[in-house]
């Protein structure tokens, strides 16, 4: 008898202790299989997070693609004053514009006043302004000084507005007799215009939203900002990206098979090789000038402000060259908008290749450029880049067998040691502004004399086959 309950005794202890083992395995794989999906939740949220930044470029991406539109509508009115004031009037009373939002139509004088405006009714909400319209002045200064359109951000009588003025080939009567000289386009970004570009990015949502005192740093946000720096508002969106999709998998299998947790892993982790280079194609596509494949302002903002940061450690001087071509306007109302757009990615792959693996160039606007210079510490190096730029566009682009010429201005200004992006970038405008009134082909340092370049001497164009080349 003593020795069955011996026995017994022993029986028990050896199922205990084989029940505390397996509830240690347990235990322990319910551990791992926690930490597993902890760091896998982490990486899903780091994804999350990548693919909202992307969300943000091609919103802003679609929005300069669309102010980019409306110069050169604005643009080719400019450029018919006669017809300029019917297909204005046309515009405005097109409110079926549903589809691409309402647009505004205003004659200006050279200082800025406004003399006329589409509809009839808008005139005096443009006038009736306690204060002049954010970037409003900056805006009609570029396009009196300059031979094509320019756009951009500004706040108008009904908030935030994609605007584009360009300056008339001819006057056209204004108010009163007064004569107007400067035409400019505005569409509000209001629901019709934000709706249609949500639609285009797939997004749930795309809203306007007031600019708090003090913005913080979000990745479903996107700062609307003047040409001068002056922040009228900012777009929110809800892109229906799905959030802890990963966590709802992998819950179950805490207390499943590891062998299906092990399926799960290898599933999810090339489910993250192929979202990670879907990120990085999208990165790269939202960075692009859709018509030249040059950078666009989004890649200018980040390039330049990461080398900024880099020759601020290292001593490295930065050189900023502003280019805006001359008679560009002139090209597309002789030879049609498609032979403009040729135009355009032929001179950014002149200018591309005229540059060096570390420099970088991107579009800005309808027929501006910038460069960023790197390594431009030694002495005139920034000033021999522009004999080279302007030596490449003074030659002939051909066009079936007729060549079209164009020329270009330059400014140039080399980045202070700790200075902004904005700052540079506005120092150069100024320079460039200052080439620009010295006439043709010319370059301007800051704080220097414009100079005219001389181009080299022609040679008979001889017989050119490609369309622009």
């Known amino acids: ?39 896998l939740l982490l990486a ?21 693609n669309h102010e980019h539109r409306l110069a050169r509508q604005a643009m080719v009115l400019a450029g018919r004053p006669g017809e300029a004031v019917p297909a204005i009037e046309a515009l405005a009373a097109d409110q079926g514009g549903a589809a691409e939002g309402s647009v505004e139509g205003l004659l200006l004088s050279l200082d800025g006043r406004v003399l006329r405006a589409f509809p009839e009714g808008a005139v005096q909400a443009w006038r009736s302004a306690a204060r002049p319209w954010p970037g409003l002045a900056t805006l009609l200064d570029h396009a009196a000084g ?48 934000l709706d249609r570009l949500a639609a285009q990015q797939g997004l749930v949502e795309l809203r306007l939203e007031e600019v708090p005192p003090a913005p913080a740093k979000d990745g479903q946000k996107l700062m609307l900002t003047t040409r001068d720096g002056v922040a009228v508002g900012r777009l929110a969106w ?29 599933a999810v982790l090339h489910g993250q090789r192929e979202a990670s280079s879907r990120v990085r194609a999208a990165e790269r ?43 560009f306007k002139t090209v597309n109302d002789t030879h049609g908008h498609a032979a403009g757009d040729r135009l355009l990615t032929a001179v950014g792959r002149r200018l ?46 051909g066009r079936g067998t007729e060549p079209l010429r164009i020329s270009a201005s330059i400014g140039v200004a080399v980045a202070r040691q700790g200075e ?44 050119i086959s490609r369309a622009v080349g």
Request: a negative charge.
């Open 1 to 39: 008898m003593l020795m069955r309950l011996t026995s017994a005794a022993r029986g028990g202890t050896g199922a205990r202790g084989r029940a505390a083992r397996l509830s240690v395995l347990t235990a322990l794989v319910s551990l791992g299989l926690g930490i597993v999906a902890g760091i």
């Open 44 to 64: 899903e949220r780091r994804q999350h997070g990548a693919l909202e930044t992307v969300v943000g470029q091609l919103v802003n991406a679609a929005v300069e």
């Open 146 to 193: 300059g031979d094509g359109a320019t756009s951009g951000v500004i706040g108008g009588p009904d908030g935030p507005a994609l605007a584009a003025a360009a300056r008339l080939d001819q006057e056209v009567p204004g108010e009163n007799g007064e004569a107007a000289s400067l035409l400019m386009l505005v569409v509000p970004l209001g629901p019709p215009l």
């Open 238 to 266: 809800t892109s229906g990206l799905a959030d802890g999709t990963l966590l709802d998998w992998v819950l179950p299998l805490l207390v499943g098979d590891v062998v299906l947790l092990l399926v799960l892993c290898g």
């Open 285 to 327: 596509q939202a960075q692009l000038d859709v018509l030249t494949g040059l950078g666009n302002r989004a890649f200018l903002q980040e390039h330049l402000a990461a080398r900024l940061d880099a020759a601020g450690s290292s001593g490295e001087e930065l050189a900023l060259l502003y280019v805006d071509l001359d008679g």
């Open 352 to 397: 591309r290749r005229a540059l060096r693996e570390d420099d970088a160039i991107a579009r800005v606007g309808g027929d501006e450029f910038i460069v960023v210079q790197a390594a431009a510490g030694q002495p005139g190096a920034a000033l021999l880049l522009c004999r080279r730029l302007l030596a490449q566009l003074s030659q002939p682009f």
């Open 420 to 463: 902004a992006p904005a700052a540079l970038i506005e120092r150069a405008d100024q320079a460039l502004y200052r080439a620009k009134a010295a006439g043709p082909v010319a370059y301007c340092l800051t704080g220097g004399e414009p100079v005219r370049f001389r181009r080299p001497a022609e040679e008979p164009y001889g017989r």
